[in-house]
């Protein structure tokens, strides 16, 4: 299957065109800053900084989030196209699509468990007329921004840059 994925036309075009592949490169890499970024964001916030500022107006990045992500699908899998028989039996490239897959989970954690919450705490608060209330997050809350943070950051960069070194036929 991989062989005839890299065999279509859209591979080729990938391949011999002067602009798809860095075009597309260039792509990943910015919906990745995105990601990686504001993931970054929540998971600070989450573990305690910046203190003040109300955890619910977090979950309002979250569109933007998914919208890079949403880029860095696309992109990426287009540039699989173009090397899927090598990528697929790269174990760096298998690790970054697992650590991809354990990020996107403990992002949709961190939104049911964590800023929801904490976004209808405020909300309902504003409604009364109250300063923001004091939205007290689960104790697993902290673990789960750690662990976003880990998995994005160093998983997921990591293994992803490290696909060009450990390709097979490096």
């Known amino acids: 299957m991989f062989e005839w994925l890299q065999g279509t036309g859209l591979a080729t075009w990938i391949n011999i065109s002067p602009w798809a592949y ?5 792509a990943h890499g ?3 800053a995105v990601v990686v970024g504001l993931t970054a964001m929540i998971a600070l916030r989450i573990i305690g900084f910046p203190a003040k500022t109300p955890l619910g107006a977090y979950r309002g990045l979250l569109p933007l989030l998914l919208g890079a992500f949403a880029v860095n699908a696309v992109s990426g ?4 196209v173009s090397d899927a028989v090598s990528l697929a039996a790269n174990v760096s490239f298998q690790i970054k699509m697992i650590s991809v897959v354990l990020g996107l989970f403990v992002l949709w954690l961190i939104d049911r468990l964590v ?3 904490a976004a209808a705490s405020e909300a309902a608060g504003a409604v009364a007329g109250e300063a923001a209330p004091a939205f007290v997050p689960p104790a697993s809350a902290k673990f789960m921004g750690v662990a976003a943070i880990l998995i994005w950051w160093l998983s997921v960069i990591v293994s992803g840059r490290l696909v060009a070194y450990l390709s097979p036929g490096a």
């Open 115 to 117: 800023l929801a919450p």
């Open 77 to 80: 899998a287009l540039l699989f």
């Open 22 to 26: 860095p075009t597309f490169l260039t």
């Open 30 to 32: 910015l919906g990745m």
